[in-house]
């Protein structure tokens, strides 16, 4: 068995899952340490009083982001991956099968923390972000082409630390948009806050 074909034609259930209760589906991607749970918990105290949020947390171990997530004030559900490497779209079809998402809400899933093996995967999400920080180099779009190629967002996270870190801005969203030219950027600081009011413009001109 094609476990891509496989993978893609639960992918498109999924998606029309999301479709007909018009939720807003969100793959977030990163490497480990880039900041995805962080901006997930402001983005959850943020908005939480006027959208419904939901989030399904990957990792190969430990329910701490879940947990995290919880006591942010959204409904999370943990999936374990053991040592694989990568959410797909049945741990997704089984999730969903666990978690009631409402109607017309943001669902948020927070992938393994991989550059690698999440970007083969459709999960039936209606938009991909990838999310890289300051810390990691400017090189990342070049070393992982395929994740870049396949995101609609990049949101480059802890740009307080950008007088400490060795990190071209301009130099990393030209080697993105050499890959992906609709590719569209986000500078953060998910510890100051700046650029989550962007994240959120950007969040509110999603359709399903």
């Known amino acids: 068995m094609d476990i891509l074909s496989a993978n893609n ?4 259930r999924n998606r029309g899952y999301f479709e007909g209760k018009q939720v807003l589906s969100l793959n977030m991607v990163s490497s480990p340490g880039s900041g995805k749970t962080t901006i997930l918990e402001k983005t959850i105290r943020d908005l939480i009083a ?11 171990q430990t329910a ?5 997530i919880e006591k942010s004030g959204a409904p999370a559900i943990q999936i374990n991956t053991g040592s694989g490497c990568h959410l797909d779209a049945k741990m997704i079809h089984l999730a969903l099968k666990k978690m009631e998402v409402e109607n017309n809400a943001i669902l948020f899933i927070e992938n393994v923390g991989n550059l690698v093996c ?9 938009k991909r972000v990838v999310v890289i920080s300051v810390t990691e180099g400017d090189d990342k779009p070049l070393k992982y082409p395929y994740m870049f190629q396949s995101s609609n967002l990049c949101i ?13 801005v301009e130099l990393a969203v030209s080697n993105a948009r050499q890959l992906n030219p609709d590719l569209e950027f986000i500078l953060m600081s998910s510890k100051t806050g700046d ?3 962007e994240w959120y413009q950007w969040l509110g001109k999603q359709g399903t």
Do not use: C, S
């Open 9 to 12: 034609r639960l992918a498109e």
């Open 50 to 60: 006027t959208r419904k949020i939901f989030v399904i947390e990957g990792d190969q």
């Open 64 to 68: 701490r982001d879940a947990e995290r």
């Open 118 to 126: 999440p970007a083969l995967f459709d999960l039936g999400e209606h």
């Open 156 to 168: 480059i996270n802890k740009t307080d630390l950008l007088p400490y870190v060795d990190f071209d």
């Open 195 to 197: 650029g989550m009011q």
